[in-house]
């Protein structure tokens, strides 16, 4: 669990946690310098012999945080959780559950809903997961409080590159190349919204937008798990949805964001009238047969 400035929320996220049916856990709390009562709360609940605290020497920001929050995971898979988030007491369950039972899966995801197109768990492949994303109802859009990771596969793709508010989406088109990843049952936690959350920073339209480029340059990759006909379309689908959020910037009289989403897409002249097509998804895109 990596904190900052979580004073009001971080006693029920640790609570959550506490509750959970599945009890063979140690929670670590890395606080990342908070300038509020954050770590006193946190310390109330030292008490219990699985809880653990790591209070940063400086701040490291967002992501740079879980990266060094994942170092202290001394167990075979691990978990984020958000300070301000509310686990539900059969999350821990289920997940592992389904981690277990599927050895091929590097690790397992939960959305706020079922998924499409099956019953859960479902093993995705690298082309599977690619198909859902970018031909399907997507996957990439979950934080990583949504992932149960075995923990030898999390360092060994590196963990999260630091690129700001996007940096889970970037991370998924990483990992969902390298590794298999299991669909379990949605709906196991409570996600809060609130306005101190990073995702409603002002950077955050600038991140995902640049974060355009790297989903571009990983359908391009050789290395893509895509190819033919379903890569041309996740092309053709991908510039449409870069079109089509930058016309919404721009119906609102916001210029600026219009120019910042279709310059950092990184599609040239010849990219753009190649692809630009009306879009083309199937809801059971990316499901096992």
Same mark, same amino acid.
């Given at each position: 669990?990596?904190?900052?400035?979580?004073q009001?929320?971080?006693?029920?996220a640790?609570?959550s946690?506490l509750a959970q049916?599945f009890?063979?856990?140690?929670?670590v709390v890395?606080?990342?310098r908070?300038?509020?009562?954050?770590?006193a709360v946190?310390?109330r609940?030292?008490?219990?012999g699985?809880?653990r605290?790591?209070?940063?020497?400086?701040?490291?920001?967002?992501?740079?945080?879980r990266?060094h929050?994942s170092?202290?995971?001394r167990?075979a898979?691990f978990?984020y959780?958000?300070s301000?988030d509310v686990m539900y007491?059969?999350?821990?369950e289920?997940m592992?559950? +389904?981690?277990d039972?599927?050895?091929?899966?590097? %690790?397992?995801?939960s =959305?706020?809903?079922?998924?499409? /197109?099956? !019953? #859960?768990?479902m093993?995705?492949?690298?082309r599977l997961?690619?198909?859902r994303?970018?031909?399907?109802?997507?996957?990439f859009q979950f934080g990583p +409080?949504?992932?149960?990771?075995?923990?030898?596969? %999390?360092?060994r793709v =590196?963990?999260?590159d630091?690129? /700001?508010? !996007? #940096?889970d989406?970037?991370?998924w088109?990483k990992?969902?190349?390298r590794g298999?990843?299991?669909?379990?049952?949605?709906?196991?936690?409570?996600?809060r919204n609130?306005?101190?959350?990073?995702l409603?920073?002002a950077r955050s339209?600038?991140?995902?937008?640049?974060?355009? !480029?790297r989903t571009?340059?990983?359908?391009?990759?050789?290395?893509?798990?895509l190819?033919g006909?379903v890569?041309?379309?996740a092309?053709r689908n991908?510039?449409?949805?870069?079109a089509?959020?930058?016309?919404?910037?721009l119906?609102?009289?916001?210029?600026a964001?219009?120019?910042?989403?279709l310059?950092m897409a990184?599609l040239?002249v010849s990219?753009w009238i190649r692809?630009?097509?009306s879009?083309r998804?199937?809801?059971?895109a990316g499901t096992p047969?």
């Amino acid at each position: 669990m990596t904190a900052y400035n979580r004073q009001d929320y971080i006693a029920e996220a640790i609570e959550s946690v506490l509750a959970q049916t599945f009890t063979d856990f140690e929670l670590v709390v890395v606080d990342d310098r908070s300038s509020d009562g954050t770590v006193a709360v946190a310390r109330r609940y030292l008490g219990d012999g699985r809880v653990r605290i790591v209070e940063n020497e400086r701040n490291l920001g967002d992501y740079p945080n879980r990266n060094h929050a994942s170092s202290f995971a001394r167990g075979a898979a691990f978990k984020y959780h958000d300070s301000d988030d509310v686990m539900y007491p059969h999350c821990l369950e289920v997940m592992t559950r +389904a981690l277990d039972a599927a050895p091929s899966a590097d %690790f397992a995801l939960s =959305g706020n809903r079922d998924w499409p /197109g099956g !019953a #859960s768990p479902m093993v995705l492949t690298p082309r599977l997961a690619y198909e859902r994303e970018f031909l399907g109802t997507g996957l990439f859009q979950f934080g990583p +409080a949504c992932a149960l990771f075995r923990t030898e596969f %999390f360092r060994r793709v =590196g963990g999260f590159d630091d690129a /700001g508010v !996007a #940096s889970d989406y970037v991370f998924w088109l990483k990992a969902c190349a390298r590794g298999r990843v299991v669909l379990c049952s949605g709906d196991l936690f409570y996600y809060r919204n609130h306005a101190g959350q990073e995702l409603c920073s002002a950077r955050s339209f600038a991140d995902y937008a640049r974060s355009r !480029a790297r989903t571009w340059a990983a359908l391009n990759d050789p290395e893509c798990p895509l190819s033919g006909a379903v890569l041309e379309q996740a092309k053709r689908n991908f510039a449409f949805t870069t079109a089509r959020d930058a016309g919404r910037c721009l119906r609102r009289g916001d210029v600026a964001s219009t120019c910042v989403a279709l310059q950092m897409a990184g599609l040239r002249v010849s990219d753009w009238i190649r692809y630009l097509r009306s879009p083309r998804r199937q809801a059971n895109a990316g499901t096992p047969s």
